[in-house]
């Protein structure tokens, strides 16, 4: 490609990688390849939720994705008034109490993730080059000379070549690996140790339970039941697909090993044994969740089968990016989902790095400044989000021994405010005013 000033290579073709890709064909000056560890380019899940702030950054990427984001969407408005978003609910008990309706500035987009995802790789440029069956193993940043090519190598025997490496590779990220084993070279002693206790994740002691429920199903079940009208958590439910099914997660989880989860050691003694994802038969899908308010039990009935997901979250991290070697997404800050916002997150990583990328005075040789302007920004905020996230699964689970029932829901709003009266343009002001003068690299 005539007139290009650098050529990126994201790992992971999955929310982050795909919408770091749509972002960076804004600027034609930045070549993008996208390498894709499965066969074809699939998101495994069920339904995903898109809060206000990463919704406003969708938003920006043209090329109409909103207007089909919200065509795919059940139940979506674009507003900016306060609406209902989701209905909390003390269901440990026969009879289950209301204890708040969570309100938010702009509504939560709900989406089956497959829709969301299947939107983006639609609108990737022609431009963009894409492989699948490309699982990578390892990469190679020469130190010197800094122009020289970081080299990739893959697990069929392949390798390929780029000047900016991205690891959008999810929580057992590969590029992780590499990077801070890269990063702990430079350290010594205890840093050193830090930076590779980061290297693998860790059992976060959640564990999620989940499917898709027909609505019809339902319907004919239970023709008023609340899932068939109002998001809820006793589960969390909440109709996708246009109303065509209703998307199912539950949780249980480990008091000691979630409290600790952010200072867990190398020993091995917070491992989940066990596959992290299998399936479920309706039986074991269901018998986490005996005992529960009257109003699970038609949920229950109309489950067929599930999956087991052990929620595994990333440590902080000391830097997400080394050198030419950048970090978006689960592969930098994965998060339990207790606020929703993992997605959110691997969206408003990727537009960011996109700018800094695409900003004038970002060159080959410059590529090291850039990424620490994006590290600097996004790096502070999304470990906040991580910690808000866990927090929220403490107050849900525990509320009752650490907050005021009647107090519950001005806490847990207050403490998710951020995703929808905040927003990235912030962030992105700032970037180009750091761009703009000297930044120096961390590494």
Not at 16 to 45: C, I, N, R
Not at 220 to 243: D, M, N
Not at 343 to 370: C, F, W
Not at 395 to 413: C, F, H, N, Y
Request: aromatic share 8%; hydrophobic share 40%.
């Amino acid at each position: 490609m005539t007139g290009t000033k650098f050529k990126v290579a994201v790992c992971g073709g999955g929310v982050g990688g795909l919408t770091l890709a749509v972002a960076l064909s804004k600027y034609p000056d930045v070549e993008v390849e996208v390498f894709e560890a499965a066969k074809q380019f699939t998101e495994v899940g069920a339904g995903v939720g898109i809060w206000p702030r990463a919704f406003k950054v969708l938003r920006k990427l043209g090329r109409g994705i909103d207007h089909t984001l919200m065509n795919a969407a059940t139940d979506f408005e674009m507003t900016e008034d306060f609406v209902p978003a989701l209905s909390y609910r003390k269901s440990d008990q026969p009879e289950g109490v209301e204890l708040f309706k969570l309100m938010t500035k702009g509504d939560l987009m709900k989406i089956h993730r497959a829709d969301f995802h299947g939107t983006l790789l639609s609108s990737l440029s022609p431009s963009c080059k894409t492989h699948t069956s490309k699982k990578l193993v390892a990469y190679s940043q020469p130190a010197a000379p800094q122009k020289s090519p970081i080299i990739l190598t893959f697990a069929d025997g392949s390798s390929s070549s780029c000047d900016l490496l991205v690891g959008a590779d999810g929580i057992k990220s590969a590029v992780r690996g590499c990077m801070m084993r890269e990063i702990a070279q430079c350290l010594s002693g205890q840093a050193a140790m830090s930076a590779l206790s980061c290297i693998d994740p860790i059992w976060s002691g959640a564990i999620a339970y989940r499917t898709l429920i027909s609505t019809e199903k339902l319907r004919a079940c239970a023709p008023h039941h609340r899932a068939l009208r109002e998001p809820t958590v006793f589960f969390v439910v909440y109709p996708i697909s246009k109303g065509k099914f209703i998307n199912f997660a539950g949780f249980t989880l480990s008091e000691e090993l979630i409290r600790t989860s952010y200072h867990a050691d190398t020993s091995g003694r917070k491992r989940f044994e066990g596959p992290w994802v299998q399936e479920l038969s309706k039986e074991e899908m269901c018998k986490p969740f005996e005992g529960l308010e009257d109003d699970t039990k038609p949920l229950l009935k109309c489950v067929d089968k599930g999956t087991l997901w052990a929620v595994h979250t990333v440590k902080p991290l000391s830097a997400h990016y080394h050198g030419r070697v950048a970090l978006v997404g689960d592969a930098a800050h994965a998060m339990m989902p207790f606020q929703g916002s993992g997605a959110g997150q691997s969206i408003e990583d990727a537009y960011l790095l996109a700018t800094v990328l695409g900003h004038p005075s970002t060159k080959l040789e410059t590529i090291p400044r850039a990424l620490a302007v994006y590290d600097k920004l996004r790096r502070p905020f999304s470990s906040d989000v991580a910690l808000r996230a866990k927090t929220n699964g403490q107050m849900s689970v525990w509320q009752a021994r650490d907050i005021p029932l009647e107090k519950l829901g001005e806490t847990m709003t207050k403490h998710w405010e951020w995703a929808w009266l905040s927003e990235l343009d912030g962030a992105l002001h700032d970037a180009t005013k750091l761009l703009d003068s000297k930044v120096p690299s961390t590494y």
